[in-house]
């Protein structure tokens, strides 16, 4: 995606008739006027022989179904609610992957959903968790996660080559190739193609010559059937195996579009490092069926960075909407989502304020502000006055309010998180060691040494020492930054009814304290609490915010607070994915999860989705562009590319 990408799209513009959705741009219905949910039955359900097939998957298993066109999400629906009533392993996944050119705004889309009652409870959840209309991928959970909705607004070509997965079954919608060509290119079918598990099936509306042929080139073996009503014909078929198609090596191998999960998946996964990182991944791999093993040198989740009473949720978009940007807005959107479950339990969206403070931000937010034109959902520029409103105190600047942002309890979130069925805890554990074992890894922990399928390093800046790596092979460009808080009495400040951000960020009080904080030492490794750091942040709370004191610390020494250490990265970006070594160092099925800095609250829950879909082989949450940019393998530095060794 480049930096001039818009960062919204424009809805789809919709005529009503009759109470049926029609596009403006394509002048024809959404769905068939008579029954479009008998009609997508009829087409994808009944040709795809979903029913049946859904009925065969075990506890285990996932389904994926791809889409050209989510529409109204009508198809999506109906694929969940015969899932839901077909599959009689409660642990089974669906995913479906659709994209979406022309996206509806959220009213079209309950509105055209409402004519579907018997849909309602689904369509509710899908109305109420639909993302603001920004490109790219937006990665949605379900049904308690049991479903997941990976949709691509954007062109249909663009989505396929930046997603990856590989489809059970595809539902090829959109209008008819006569008035929207773009979705039945050639190319377009050869991406399908590339995108499809071995025996795929496909059924579309259309009986189009050029679309049979183009399907029957890939390698799809099609055939008509009665379409739907008033329609002579529809089309279905299936993928012939490779060998039967003369391309032995285009399912197995990686292709310029993804690679295929051909591995045995594991059952077994060990992680180093029980703060929110680890805890999320280890949730949503105990909920995929894998067996979880939690380790961590302290007695208990939430004990280290994670350990902060109170923690906000905000990014700093770019100015530039570029790759940078796009990966902090993905990351805040989907956990704005993944955290609305713990609303009350440790999740608090009261709204967040980065407030404009200064020359230099005042003039970065006015020129974000200007080149950019973001849903008022997500972000919108905000008066000193309207700022004051909806923080409940007085503030001397305006700047971006994000309304669905607002505050945690990392620890409690934590405990919630690890306490999962499938996870066990090995907490007071100190690792020792890792070694190759079977395929897999031991880890060498007092006297037990559990063994697993995959190991996840979750350690911070610690990580590195975890590695099994000889010092004179390489290093990896990891980094503490030390940060203290202080803990505001709530008798002693004006609370804010929103989380606050400048120089320093302040949260509501609760439970009688209004954390504050926190300071950024780029050379002090020092682990315990300071006066001096706790001055620092009086001092620059009260230059931000002059109101918010009843009575000011002296200079904070009276004070609690706490010390933690970010881990940050030699470029700024995060770490997610497989460590597979360099060269003569084979570290295969070892993953890295960490180097967020002081946003892990806001990036951990994206990146432990996307690193439970890589080890577990299921679509991937992450667009190939943004893989690249949390890539493990960027932070390691061979001894060779070191200067003092050259």
């Known amino acids: ?247 032995p090596s285009a399912i197995g191998e990686p292709s310029a579009i993804g690679e295929p999960s051909m591995a045995t998946p594991p059952r077994s996964v060990a992680i180093i490092g029980a703060g929110i990182a680890g805890c999320l991944l280890a949730a949503n791999l105990a909920a995929r069926g894998l067996s979880v093993t939690l380790i961590d040198r302290a007695s208990g989740p939430g004990a280290a960075a994670s350990g902060n009473l109170q923690g906000a949720l905000y990014v700093k978009l770019g100015v530039e909407f570029n790759a940078q940007t796009q990966l902090a807005l993905s990351a805040l959107l989907f956990s704005q989502r993944f955290y609305g479950s713990f609303r009350g339990q440790g999740w608090h969206p009261t709204g967040l304020l980065q407030m404009a403070v200064g020359p230099q931000e005042h003039e970065r937010q006015r020129r974000f502000t200007l080149r950019n034109h973001y849903p008022p959902e997500v972000v919108q520029p905000v008066s000193a006055q309207r700022a004051s409103e909806l923080c409940g105190l007085t503030v001397a600047d305006g700047g971006l309010w994000f309304a669905h942002s607002g505050w945690l309890q990392p620890a409690v979130l934590c405990q919630q998180l690890s306490h999962q069925p499938g996870i066990q805890h090995l907490f007071s554990s100190e690792v020792g060691h890792l070694e190759r074992s079977d395929g897999g890894w031991r880890v060498l922990v007092g006297d037990q040494n559990p063994q697993a399928d995959r190991i996840v390093i979750c350690g911070g800046h610690e990580t590195p020492a975890l590695i099994p790596l000889d010092p004179r092979q390489g290093t990896f460009r990891l980094k503490p930054i030390r940060g203290q808080v202080s803990h505001l009495p709530a008798s002693m400040v004006n609370s804010p009814t929103a989380v606050i951000c400048g120089p320093r960020y302040i949260n509501p009080a609760f439970n009688g304290v209004a954390v504050t904080g926190a300071t950024f030492d780029l050379h002090d490794r020092s682990p315990e609490e300071t006066a001096a750091s706790h001055g620092e942040n009086v001092a620059e709370l009260t230059a931000m915010l002059p109101g918010i004191w009843q009575h000011e610390p002296a200079e904070g020494g009276q004070l609690a607070g706490r010390v933690g250490f970010r881990c940050t990265t030699h470029d700024y970006q995060p770490v997610a994915g497989e460590f597979t070594g360099m060269a003569d160092i084979n570290m295969g099925n070892l993953f890295l999860l960490t180097g967020f800095g002081s946003k892990g609250l806001t990036y951990a829950p994206l990146l432990a989705e996307y690193l439970a879909d890589v080890i577990t082989g299921e679509p991937r949450c992450l667009p190939r562009s943004l893989v690249r940019r949390v890539a493990p393998g960027r932070c390691f530095r061979p001894v060779s590319a070191d200067p003092a060794n050259e």
Not at 102 to 117: N, V
Not at 154 to 170: C, I, K, N, P, S
Request: net charge negative; aromatic share 10%.
């Open 1 to 247: 995606m480049t930096a001039s990408t818009p960062p919204s799209l424009e809805p789809a513009e919709i005529d009503w008739q009759d109470g049926v959705p029609e596009s403006r741009i394509f002048g024809d219905v959404y769905f068939n006027r008579g029954n479009g949910l008998a009609e997508t039955r009829y087409i994808f359900i009944t040709h795809n022989r979903l029913n049946e097939r859904f009925a065969t998957l075990g506890n285990r298993s996932s389904f994926v179904i791809g889409e050209s066109g989510f529409g109204t999400g009508l198809s999506f629906l109906a694929a969940w609610q015969a899932f839901r009533a077909h599959c009689p392993s409660p642990g089974a996944r669906l995913h479906f992957v659709s994209v979406e050119r022309y996206p509806l705004s959220r009213q079209d889309l309950q509105r055209a959903l409402s004519l579907w009652p018997e849909l309602a409870e689904l369509s509710d959840q899908l109305v109420a968790q639909y993302p603001p209309l920004i490109p790219g991928v937006h990665r949605i959970l379900l049904d308690h996660g049991r479903v997941r909705l990976t949709l691509y607004l954007g062109d249909v070509t663009d989505g396929w080559r930046e997603l990856d997965f590989q489809a059970d079954a595809w539902f090829l919608d959109g209008f008819a190739p006569a008035i929207n060509p773009d979705m039945w290119l050639e190319d377009t079918m050869h991406l399908v193609r590339q995108h499809s598990k071995p025996g795929a099936t496909l059924a579309t509306f259309t009986s189009v010559g050029s679309v049979r042929r183009a399907l029957t080139a890939c390698g799809f073996r099609m055939t008509k059937a009665a379409g739907f009503g008033r329609k002579r014909e529809m089309l279905h078929g299936d993928l012939a195996e490779p060998s039967a198609i003369g391309e």
